[in-house]
């Protein structure tokens, strides 16, 4: 380990213990956490791909433009007052933390305003905290709006004046009402002391990768969870963040391996997505390939009970599998905001990686994370014991409740100020096992069955996998007068009618199997996909009114067969199709977007294009998205012909 990057200590230890030691000592205001976050200035901050080039700043080089953007921070804002509330609008990028400690030290309280959230939301945020003007990378709002890329750094740098008191976190708007949280350095400092804590009892969280540790920014630093477990608890000690450019598949793993990334926080979905495609993979090596990674699953089962020989044997046998994912430099993944499968943590963590499951939220920011090396517990769904400081009961209703002092300062909601300073009903549904918790789904969403008995959504999802179905959502749906469980089948809007049989026939069979046939009497098959825009989990408020609204729409099988052509150039170019995303054939619809309507990556598409140029010897444009469809493509094949002839 290059002792310049600790601070000249000879440990991680050491040095954690020294910095922390230090901001204990100090006001512990924004002030003092500035510059302890930014007093290694040689060591790297962020990291960006830039073409062929990757882009490098130092901390040093951050707090200079921090300070000389502060400065015309406040020339623009000049006679708000301090503490004054500004927006920040912005996605994750080195100007979105430069911005934010500008605003700090302008002497304004930043609100973190949550990109995935409506405008309707985000102004009624702005109005219960008073805000005075946003800082935006793209949009306009009623308070003054300062465009993000107009912020030009002053020749100097700020001087004189207080750092902002507080910071304003918006929750993720999946419940009725969403919540603005205030948080101090103080419940900072506290978090710090939390991940403090982390790095005491798992040797793995810390572990670096050729004298470096690296995060990948793909949690928005707006919400909580990216806030703190990605940026506040490593930027605190100086490690460096590496930016991810868009969320394709292929762009998420080649910055991995271009930037040797060591840790990645995510959402359950993102690693959904991850292990589906590595399933794929695996299987396109054909069946004899399939039949070792399963052998080798079962042996690492085995061996996985004794951590040192069943990390050896994952290391050794899985290698070709993490090469073709994330390569060698992954050291620790976190999963949080939502339920995740015990069949995904158990590939992880079986494979040669270390996935482990954590627990907060925006009232209360990160409070526990599943710290074992015994696989058996990662795997189930653990979310392990409560960090320093923080303290977890489950009352008689089995809900979580929660006390410490790193949680919010206070919340605002429907306009009212509440203070957060005892125990917090998280509302999520928990178990102890006398070792560690697990989250088992919201009290919110449980659906009282015909027969009386309780049905845990997040519990029941995960069971009816089948092929055909992209995602299920069970809802409470209100129908006339009555709670009604509903289960929400989202299939793809191309399928013909014989495939959306089998889908109900197989989706009924599960049902039965589960003995839930008589409790979920309602089916409906949606052609809509069940997450809209930006969000990452299932929101069941929105699905709820969006059923009792008649909005979602229901699929109609066979609705473009009457346009299909049934040609050789057409069957070619559906079998590829079909096999870039293994699908059937029949799934795979004339009018279907390549991208949008079927999932494909940009690396799949572009191996599609090169067969169909060696095929029929003509070339093909990029970036023309009429090309991404099966009928696109054969128009287009057919009109060259005939401009050949």
Request: glycine share 8%; charged share 25%; with cysteine.
């Amino acid at each position: 380990m290059d002792k310049r990057t600790l601070g000249g200590y000879n440990s991680i230890d050491a040095y954690v213990e020294a910095k922390i030691k230090k901001y204990s000592e100090s006001g512990r205001d924004f002030a003092a956490l500035f510059e302890l976050m930014f007093s290694e200035g040689e060591n790297v901050m962020f990291e960006e791909s830039r073409g062929y080039r990757i882009v490098k700043t130092t901390y040093a080089q951050a707090k200079s433009n921090v300070l000389r953007m502060a400065a015309a921070i406040k020339e623009s804002l000049g006679g708000e007052a301090h503490d004054s509330v500004v927006g920040i609008y912005m996605d994750n990028s080195l100007e979105w933390i430069e911005i934010f400690w500008a605003v700090l030290r302008c002497g304004f309280r930043p609100l973190l305003m949550n990109m995935r959230l409506d405008d309707q939301t985000l102004e009624y945020a702005l109005k219960t905290c008073g805000a005075v003007a946003v800082i935006s990378d793209e949009k306009e709002f009623s308070v003054r709006t300062i465009l993000q890329s107009s912020v030009t750094p002053s020749e100097s740098a700020i001087s004189g004046g207080e750092f902002g008191t507080e910071i304003f976190v918006m929750s993720s708007g999946t419940s009725a009402n969403v919540k603005v949280c205030a948080y101090t350095a103080e419940e900072f400092y506290r978090q710090i002391q939390g991940s403090y804590s982390i790095i005491k009892k798992c040797r793995q969280i810390k572990k670096h990768y050729e004298s470096e540790l690296k995060l990948l920014t793909f949690l928005p630093f707006y919400h909580i969870f990216g806030l703190v477990a990605v940026y506040i608890w490593f930027a605190f000690f100086s490690r460096t963040f590496v930016r991810l450019n868009d969320m394709q598949p292929s762009t998420i793993t080649n910055t991995i391996k271009r930037h040797k990334v060591t840790h990645v926080f995510a959402v359950p979905l993102f690693w959904e997505k991850v292990y589906e495609q590595a399933l794929r993979t695996i299987k396109e090596r054909g069946e004899d390939t399939y039949k070792k990674f399963e052998k080798g699953m079962k042996l690492s089962r085995m061996t996985g009970g004794i951590p040192l020989l069943g990390d050896c044997f994952s290391r050794l046998a899985f290698r070709e599998v993490r090469e073709n994912m994330f390569g060698e430099s992954i050291r620790f993944m976190i999963t949080g905001g939502s339920y995740i499968s015990p069949e995904i943590l158990e590939f992880f963590n079986t494979i040669g990686y270390r996935l482990a499951d954590g627990y907060g939220m925006t009232e209360i920011g990160i409070t526990s994370v599943e710290l074992s090396s015994n696989r058996k517990r990662l795997n189930s769904c653990s979310v392990g014991l409560p960090m320093a400081g923080v303290e977890y009961s489950i009352n008689s209703d089995g809900e979580l409740l929660v006390k410490g002092r790193a949680m919010a300062s206070y919340i605002i909601e429907d306009g009212e100020k509440k203070p957060n300073t005892d125990w917090f009903n998280t509302r999520d549904l928990a178990e102890f096992d006398g070792k560690c918790y697990r989250i088992l789904g919201r009290r919110d969403d449980l659906i009282i069955a015909p027969n009386g008995e309780n049905l845990n959504p997040n519990l029941i999802e995960g069971k009816i996998a089948c092929p055909g179905v992209r995602g299920v959502c069970l809802i409470g749906a209100d129908t006339g007068g009555n709670t009604e469980p509903v289960l929400i089948v989202s299939v793809n809007k191309y399928i013909s009618s014989e495939k959306l049989a089998e889908v109900k026939r197989d989706v009924r069979q599960k049902l039965a199997e589960l003995r839930l046939a008589g409790q979920i009497r309602k089916l409906i098959f949606t052609e809509d996909g069940l997450l809209k825009g930006d969000e990452f989990k299932l929101n069941r408020l929105r699905l709820k009114k969006d059923f009792e609204s008649g909005a979602l729409a229901e699929v109609t099988p066979d609705k473009n067969s009457g346009q299909r052509i049934d040609d050789e150039i057409a069957r070619t170019i559906t079998r590829m199709f079909a096999v870039a995303l293994n699908k059937p054939e029949s799934e795979i619809g004339y009018t279907a977007d390549f991208f949008l309507d079927e999932g494909g990556t940009s690396l799949d598409y572009l191996a599609i294009i090169s067969q169909l140029r060696d095929e029929y010897n003509i070339p093909f444009p990029s970036g023309d998205s009429s090309l991404n469809t099966v009928k696109g493509l054969h128009n287009y094949i057919k009109s060259r012909q005939q401009d050949a002839d």
